[in-house]
């Protein structure tokens, strides 16, 4: 009898650990977004999936999150961004790719920030930042430029930001590292 009660002390304390360890993921998540740094600790690289809340994104901003010791660009791309994405005539790309089949939802654009060419963080995420002549993001090693839909437009880089895989858990919150279904 004793040792059932033991057991069932410990699978608790086990539960209440499991639960408190995903809980930190979500805090951890969140906290992500205010951070610039590209420095991750060995503890983010080892995250199979990260949540993110993206209500308080506004219309035209972008925010930065880690995952699996990648930057991970979310922007909230305007009307006017979301239009020169669309209207763009598919002979004119180095990575032939419709912004439809880069998106889920046309407002928000999240894509790896790396560098296609040889792995540089492009620059772009705030309004003031050097985007380029496409209105995206800039790489400063070699002058790739990107545009609204993360792809290749101008410079040595031979492919589009890659997309990666995510899910919309609401309208206003994303699961980055999981398939949408
Ligand atoms: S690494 Fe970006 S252009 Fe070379």
């Not at 589009?160 to 609401?170: A, C, K, Q």
Request: proline share 6%; with cysteine; aromatic share 6%.
């Amino acid at each position: 009898m004793q040792k059932i009660e033991n057991n069932k002390k410990s699978r608790r304390d086990f539960l209440i650990l499991a639960s408190s360890a995903m809980g930190g993921v979500g805090i951890a998540g969140a906290t992500w977004t205010l951070i610039d740094s590209m420095n991750p600790a060995a503890d983010a690289l080892a995250v199979a999936s990260v949540d993110v809340n993206l209500a308080p994104v506004k219309e035209g901003q972008a925010i930065t999150v880690m995952w699996q010791g990648k930057p991970i660009f979310i922007r909230r791309r305007t009307p006017d961004e979301i239009k020169a994405a669309v209207n763009v005539n598919m002979n004119e790309l180095v990575d032939p790719q419709a912004d439809k089949d880069r998106v889920q939802k046309p407002e928000w654009l999240v894509v790896i920030g790396v560098c296609t060419h040889l792995g540089c963080v492009p620059s772009g995420q705030k309004v003031s930042d050097n985007r380029g002549h496409f209105g995206g993001w800039f790489c400063p090693c070699h002058g790739s430029e990107y545009d609204t839909s993360g792809r290749i437009r101008k410079g040595p880089a031979p492919k589009n930001l890659e997309v990666p895989h995510y899910r919309f858990l609401s309208d206003h919150s994303i699961r980055i590292g999981e398939e949408a279904v």
